[in-house]
């Protein structure tokens, strides 16, 4: 069974940073596109970032520039690192194995001062 696990989340403040780690228990992990999604109450979930398997990424316009995602094979780990965030980003962010359902559980991040 495929396990996403989410960690890094917290509250920060405007212009602060965060990392979010991902650790998959999938053996196809080296293999798969992953995701960063978030999703704030009554809205859908949206694409923030996402990573092939040869490490090529693609990023919402809404945070290019200020986050990176980037991906540890050896670990079966995805990350996310935020940076000069605003209060907009406050979400809550989920790990994806992309174009699946296989999701984590979220993790809160709260921009604010």
């Known amino acids: 069974q495929v396990q996403l696990v989410e960690s890094g989340g917290g509250l920060v403040q405007p212009g602060g940073s965060l990392r979010l780690a991902c650790a998959a228990s999938?053996?196809?992990?080296?293999?798969?596109?992953m995701a960063w999604y978030r999703q704030t109450p009554g809205e859908q979930r949206e694409l923030v970032a996402r990573i092939t398997s040869g490490s090529n990424t693609n990023y919402a316009d809404s945070v290019k520039g200020r986050f990176t995602i980037s991906r540890d094979n050896a670990k079966n780990t995805v990350y996310l690192q935020m940076n000069s965030l605003t209060p907009e980003d406050t979400a809550v962010y989920y790990c994806?194995?992309?174009?699946?359902?296989?999701w984590g559980q979220g993790t809160q991040v709260t921009v604010s001062s």
């Open positions: 999938a053996w196809f992990f080296k293999s798969s596109t």
């Open positions: 994806n194995i992309y174009n699946t359902r296989n």
